[in-house]
């Protein structure tokens, strides 16, 4: 997600505390190799566009950006700004 529509929809409040989110991280491999793996996190801060969220499975944090968000509460951002009448 582009930071235009993550301010837009963050100034709605779409995205906030206990929102849940998927993302897209890298993770470890065997040896030196890294894959990206996504992953869904409850969002538990943000600070301007650094944001801590939460696993749903295990409990550990993670910090991110809005560009490694895929879906917001289930919903792909293009597809929420829609929902809501939102113009990017």
């Given amino acids: 997600m582009d930071n235009k529509t993550y301010e837009k929809l963050r100034s709605k409040k779409l995205i906030d505390i206990d929102s ?25 801060g943000i ?7 939460t696993s749903t499975v295990d409990g550990t944090e993670l910090s991110f950006t809005p560009d490694q968000i895929t879906m917001i509460d289930g919903m792909e951002p293009k597809r929420l700004c829609d929902a809501y009448k939102i113009k990017i």
């Fill in 20 to 44: 849940e989110v998927s993302v897209i991280h890298s993770v470890k491999d065997f040896g030196q190799s890294t894959f990206d793996k996504e992953d869904m996190y409850n969002v538990v």
């Fill in 47 to 53: 600070n301007n566009n650094k944001i801590l969220g």
